[in-house]
């Protein structure tokens, strides 16, 4: 049996950015945002801060009510949001102004980010190391894109490695046969699921 979830609110920012920075600290495009592990130590957490500073405000965070999982939305209309050049230039400069990487990995996302369909989009999903391989990430997906089914939305999501996009595939996600290739880094993987027909939701 699973932990609850719920939906997180700004009273849950510091644990929901604790959570971020300590399962994303090693993860390979963190890496390659940030090189040097020392820099990496120091900042992350402030990157980590505003990514989920967004979603609270801007999406919506789902939290397992132990704490041990958190998954940021955000949901994307047909056409997607309206452009904001500012945008990654800010985040750089509230994480870390002489990091043009924080800005790249912004704007890189952005540009293969689909936007001809209304879809929910899971920009990160995080399980402590005490909570994995016992479904918890499966439930906290699973808890949106039942609803997905029920409404007709579609997902996206962009997986760090073929681990990772091998276990989004069993959730019903369709690499779409192209990487996004992040300059002298790591590989990422597009992912899109429709919703399951009405007879399957």
């Known amino acids: 049996m699973g932990v609850a979830i719920r939906r997180a609110g700004q009273d849950d920012a510091a644990a929901v950015t604790d959570l971020l920075d300590r399962v994303f600290g090693e ?70 102004p002489d990091n043009e990487r924080v800005e790249a990995i912004a704007r890189i996302l952005d540009e293969h980010h689909p936007k001809d369909r209304a879809h929910e989009h899971l920009m990160l999903i995080a399980v402590d190391s005490s909570a994995r391989s016992q479904g918890r990430g499966t439930e906290l997906i699973n808890n949106v894109l039942a609803r997905c089914d029920r409404e007709g939305l579609a997902a996206y999501l962009e997986a760090s490695s073929t681990r990772s996009r091998a276990l989004y595939a069993r959730l019903g996600f369709v690499w779409s046969g192209s990487t996004i290739d992040l300059p002298g880094g790591p590989q990422m993987y597009p992912m899109w699921r429709d919703p399951a027909p009405a007879s399957e939701a």
């Open 27 to 96: 993860d390979p495009v963190s890496g390659w945002v940030f090189p040097d592990p020392d820099d990496r130590r120091a900042k992350h957490g402030t990157m980590m801060g505003a990514f989920a500073a967004s979603a609270l405000a801007e999406g919506y965070v789902d939290l397992a009510e132990d704490g041990s999982g958190v998954a940021l939305w955000f949901s994307v209309p047909e056409g997607g949001h309206p452009a904001d050049d500012d945008g990654p230039a800010q985040l750089r400069m509230a994480v870390d």
